[in-house]
């Protein structure tokens, strides 16, 4: 590897925080420490684990902020894997790829080390997040001057993620309700 510029070692040096942020959190955080007696998983998508609340009581705020927060946690990856890794990871569909792969392999750990569950429906959550996150990124890249790139990254954020809490809603009522 060649010498990195002040830009892209700021780059990198944010890139693998986060990553080391994420799986703290993932398999240490939340009580995470105390360990479950039997592997937990769940392979099946019973529905898309995000909606609008319809009525607030502190059990379903607190579900529903975990599950934004699971979505949310995630839209960085979707910047700072292209920002940091451009030759493989420039494309959505390869970004996309190694997120999954990644995201499967952490699922993976929390369940055979029992500090966790593996669950299909936290993986895709976890995608549409990633996704927010390199749409916004992609849209963010276009604007003038660059030092609007922060000002339309967390609009963008903040769009898709109304829209994905809305098309969750749709899914859910048409297929899994």
Not at 116 to 132: P, Q, R, T, W, Y
Request: with cysteine; aromatic share 18%; hydrophobic share 55%.
């Amino acid at each position: 590897m060649g010498k990195l510029g002040a830009g892209k070692r700021f780059h990198r040096v944010l890139f693998f925080s986060y990553l080391l942020l994420v799986i703290y959190l993932m398999l240490f955080a939340f009580g995470r420490t105390k360990q479950w007696d039997t592997y937990q998983f769940s392979f099946t998508l019973t529905s898309i684990p995000l909606w609008i609340p319809k009525h607030f009581t502190m059990d379903i705020i607190e579900i529903w902020v975990f599950s934004l927060g699971n979505l949310l946690m995630f839209v960085p990856f979707g910047a700072l894997l292209p920002i940091n890794f451009p030759t493989a990871c420039g494309k959505y569909g390869r970004s996309l790829l190694f997120f999954v792969a990644g995201i499967t392999l952490m699922e993976f750990l929390q369940m055979i080390t029992l500090l966790g569950s593996f669950d299909v429906e936290d993986i895709l959550i976890n995608a549409i997040g990633f996704s927010i996150g390199f749409l916004s990124w992609k849209i963010s890249q276009k604007m003038k001057p660059p030092g609007r790139f922060v000002l339309f990254f967390i609009l963008s954020v903040f769009a898709f993620t109304v829209l994905s809490l809305i098309g969750a809603e749709i899914i859910n009522t048409i297929f899994f309700r």
